[in-house]
């Protein structure tokens, strides 16, 4: 298809205008007019940028692109080098960061819920129809070392676990992939047992304990990865674009 047919499926879909964002959302770098052989991945970095390459990509699909708010205009060193290879390559960039995050179904935090078989209720943020972080409730309650072992297995990758005060059980719980620990304690001033996400701060211990909610720091990355890949599953299914999606390791 032609790149801005393409972009427009991508936009339809996400509907990037109904959230302010730290980057733009959709075309960052011009590449080929045709589109047809996509790589998707968590960050545009080097390492994908140059598997896209070896893998004939047109096109490279990311949550994380570039040119975020506050960070330097010069396209010097490491920013030069990536944007290079694009060109030299004739490669499209396409990044969706916060609409990525929220997509009902596609979207990073839908998906975790999915993995993690959490029933999805609502908004964290009251009255936010976009809130960038999420509640819902299990089916049955576990019990803190029982959550920490489900996320652990389903994300292949250790995630640290900041009991709550009383050790409780788990029914209810709050979560916003990435770098969502901010969050922990509106989840905790609305009673929510739990609050996942992906990373952590030095003050989100003292929160953890203080407010009595368990908090788990799952990874940036291993939080995120399955937006970006159901996306282009989906543009695969139900566009017959050729996807495929490279999981550059993060431990982050």
């Known amino acids: 298809m032609q790149r801005q047919q393409f972009q427009q499926i991508l936009n339809d879909l996400l509907q990037p205008e109904r959230i302010k964002d730290f980057s733009p959302n959709g075309l960052q770098v011009q590449g080929n007019a045709t589109i047809s052989n996509v790589v998707t991945g968590v960050t545009a970095s080097q390492a994908l940028l140059n598997a896209a390459v070896a893998h004939g990509a ?22 030069y080098q990536r944007i290079k290879t694009l060109i030299d390559n004739n490669i499209n960039l396409f990044a969706y960061h916060l609409p990525l995050d929220i997509h009902e ?16 209720t609502g908004p964290l943020e009251p009255g ?9 409730e299990f089916a049955k309650a576990l019990s803190g070392d029982e959550l920490n072992e489900q996320i ?51 003050q989100t211990t003292h929160i953890a304990r203080e407010m009595d909610i368990h908090f788990f720091a799952a990874g940036h990355h291993a939080t995120e990865r399955y937006g970006v890949k159901a996306l282009g599953e989906y543009l695969h299914q139900q566009h017959q674009l050729q996807v495929l999606f490279i999981d550059v390791d993060n431990p982050v």
């Open 152 to 202: 652990s297995t389903s994300l292949e990758r250790a995630s640290l676990h900041i009991p709550a005060s009383s050790n409780k059980p788990i029914k209810t719980v709050a979560w916003c992939t990435g770098g969502g620990q901010g969050y922990v304690e509106l989840a905790a001033e609305q009673g929510i047992d739990a609050f996942i996400t992906g990373e952590v701060s030095e």
């Open 105 to 120: 179904t596609l979207g990073n935090n839908a998906q975790l819920a999915k993995r993690l078989n959490i029933n999805v």
């Open 128 to 136: 936010n129809p976009v809130s960038v972080s999420m509640q819902g």
């Open 58 to 79: 047109d096109t490279i699909l990311v949550h994380h692109g570039y040119f975020w708010k506050n960070e330097p205009y010069n396209i010097t060193g490491m920013k």
